[in-house]
């Protein structure tokens, strides 16, 4: 384990458990990805790059379940883990889909459509609006993941281990290109549903603060 002081007056010390230490790793191979697929197009070694960072995407998708998993069973899940767990997984979306759609990290007959890209980014970047807002007009941070963001988040990272392995699978399935367009635009649906579900939710947790607030200044 490792300890971090938060330098609080009363000596309060945030453990940072192997969960969380794995997840920084998860944060942190974000680099390597990144830096293998602005190089799939290179004529020499493109290929050789893209099976690269096919491994080092699908080792941190896999790892992600599995810590989550872990975590519970073993009863070391923490409010920090909490809040790296689905940071890890969005820098890890937004960067694949941002590459997936520039001239230097798209897949060769396989074009990501632009407008899935933004209403994906555009989710997240609403639910960081949302935290920031919920956490100014409450001073708590939180941290309430719906069924919906869990699937749209599972879905998105299966698009993007679909894209990446198109070369490959489309020589045994010539339609994966159809298979792909499903993805894509159930990807951008679930990601507008779970925008809708998730403002609503902080909307009624505004909403009830407000009210226990009132009702505690009326005593």
Known sequence: MIDFALGSKKGCVMRLNWVNQFTILRILLIIPFVSCMLKINDPDIGNTMRHIAVAIYLFMA????IDGYLARITRQATKLGAFLDPVADKLLITCACLLLVSQRGRIEGFPFPPTVVVLIIGKDLFLLIGFVVVYFVTSK???AP???GKFAN???MSMVAAILLAPE????LPCWIWVLRVLWWSA???AI???LIYIRMGSRYIEKYEQNSANNSNM
Do not use: C, E, K
């Open 146 to 148: 719906a069924p919906i």
């Open 141 to 143: 941070f939180l941290i």
């Open 193 to 195: 549903l779970a925008t």
């Open 154 to 156: 599972a879905l998105q």
């Open 188 to 190: 951008a649906g679930t």
């Open 62 to 65: 896999a790892s992600d379940a």
């Open 169 to 172: 699978i489309s020589r045994v």
